[in-house]
């Protein structure tokens, strides 16, 4: 007899049912009448000395928004006009070029009061960023689109304002496109008013290089994070300002400096033989930290109509980061003065 192996087939078969789509998630926005700039300037002030892209003012172009998605992974897609590389000079409510440009001086996010949503593909373009608007979640999502922007000095003569509405020319409010539904539809807002352009104005800083020398102060005196001690005022010597107008105006200085690492507020020690856990801390005239970075600036000083400078006072500090140790402390900050 011939043995045969036999062996055992188990073929298990599933259940199959009718195929059965989810449905795509939708989302549906609304925007507030009008993008904002923060802090609003009243009027910008161009000195007919500065330079070709020169600072005339820092802050943020923002536009309030809410959303309601059905789920996750909507997407709505829509820009800012801001700078990018290539500058072109913006127009102004009387049709000419301003010689004023926009430019990008950090990236686009979006300050959150309700979850839900996230910007996603950010993309800088030449004078514009683009970005789209995606739900993490059914429900609404409600906040505002913050962008860093500064307006610099440009090439061009010099127009009358900085125009509301299209600023790079055009027909429609497009500071801000915020997308409200599916199928490319979209809304464009401009700013509430003009800024005026005033030009003339600006002061002369001499020096130009400040030096403040702080008192020898304990290390005893800064035995903790966040103890201060050798407070010490100074101004910046703005002298020569000139009248513009009859228009009272003033002048806002903004900081660069290379911070304590989680101190924002605090320069960095640079000294040969540093004392230890140590910085610099700068107040501006209302007792306020100024931070690296922060292109809106504080108030420095005010000129009357007749041209007459009051400068403001800031006031130097030591700043422990942690228990202080002894040895030498230097501290450099960059500034920038604008004209409002």
Not at 130 to 159: D, K, M, N, Y
Not at 161 to 175: E, N, R
Request: with cysteine; hydrophobic share 45%.
């Amino acid at each position: 007899m011939t043995g045969r192996r036999l062996g055992a087939l188990l073929l298990g078969l599933g259940g199959l049912a009718p195929g059965v789509c989810a449905a795509r998630a939708t989302m549906r926005c609304t925007v507030g009448s009008f993008a904002q700039l923060s802090p609003m300037p009243a009027r910008i002030v161009v000195p007919a000395s500065i330079a070709a892209g020169s600072a005339l003012w820092g802050g943020t172009l923002s536009l309030s928004f809410s959303c309601t998605a059905t789920g996750r992974g909507a997407r709505l897609g829509g820009g800012l006009v801001v700078g990018g590389t290539n500058q072109k000079p913006m127009v102004s409510t009387s049709g000419s070029t301003d010689g004023v440009s926009i430019v990008s001086s950090g990236t686009p996010t979006l300050n959150l009061s309700a979850p839900g949503c996230a910007l996603t593909n950010l993309t800088e373009r030449v004078r514009a960023w683009t970005f789209v608007v995606t739900s993490t979640a059914a429900g609404t999502c409600s906040g505002s689109l913050v962008a860093p922007i500064e307006f610099v000095r440009g090439t061009s003569a010099l127009g009358t304002d900085i125009a509301a509405t299209h600023p790079f020319g055009g027909t429609g409010p497009d500071w801000v496109t915020f997308p409200v539904a599916a199928g490319g539809s979209k809304v464009s807002r401009g700013l509430p008013a003009a800024v005026p352009l005033i030009a003339g104005g600006g002061c002369t800083v001499a020096p130009l290089a400040l030096t403040v020398t702080l008192p020898r102060v304990s290390a005893a005196a800064l035995a903790a994070p966040g103890q201060s001690a050798g407070a010490t005022g100074f101004r910046f010597p703005l002298q020569r300002c000139q009248a513009v107008a009859s228009t009272p105006y003033a002048v806002y200085a903004s900081w660069t400096f290379n911070p304590v690492p989680g101190y924002p507020s605090v320069i960095a020690n640079s000294a040969a033989a540093p004392a230890g856990n140590v910085g610099v801390q700068i107040l501006d005239a209302n007792g306020t930290p100024v931070s690296s970075g922060a292109s809106a600036g504080s108030e420095a000083g005010t000129v009357d109509a007749a041209g007459a400078v009051s400068a403001q006072t800031y006031i130097a500090r030591y700043f422990a980061t942690g228990a202080v140790t002894p040895g030498a402390v230097t501290a450099v900050a960059t500034y920038t003065l604008t004209y409002q």
